[in-house]
């Protein structure tokens, strides 16, 4: 697998979620949990996550997917993503993710979409600091 078809997921396009049933559903090769170097924050009104850059670990899983490509484009979509776009909410880039193979941890390269909007936290995008990391065990204790 290259790069390009490897991304690492935290919100609604993990396995089980609506986002990945619409999106995903057919395509993923390989799933693996790992994690990302971050800060998770779930966003209260828009009922999603955002991950922005911080030193907890956050974590997700990385998917191998049967030509990302083909969907990428339809994934940068709905993350609100659109390149050298002036108002994203979310910047896809390639990125360090921690995976556990054999008992040690491996370093990878996958995409993963950061959160680039400033207004978390504020009164229009209220937040809730996830410090655990794992958006999928917040929505399933909720």
Request: proline letters at 3%; charged letters at 25%.
């Amino acid at each position: 697998m290259t790069e390009c078809d490897r991304i690492w997921v935290y919100g609604s396009l993990l396995c089980g979620f609506f986002n990945h049933q619409k999106v995903l559903q057919g395509r993923v090769l390989r799933v693996r949990r790992a994690r990302v170097k971050g800060k998770l924050f779930h966003q209260i009104q828009k009922g999603y996550p955002a991950l922005v850059e911080g030193e907890q670990w956050v974590y997700g899983e990385l998917l191998e997917v049967d030509n990302l490509s083909s969907i990428i484009g339809y994934m940068d979509e709905l993350e609100g993503f659109i390149e050298g776009g002036v108002d994203n909410e979310y910047q896809r880039r390639l990125s360090t993710i921690y995976l556990l193979d054999g008992g040690a941890w491996q370093e990878v390269q996958a995409y993963v979409y950061w959160y680039v909007r400033g207004d978390l936290g504020s009164p229009a995008n209220p937040v809730l600091p996830l410090d655990n990391g794992d958006w999928k065990r917040y929505m399933e204790a909720t």
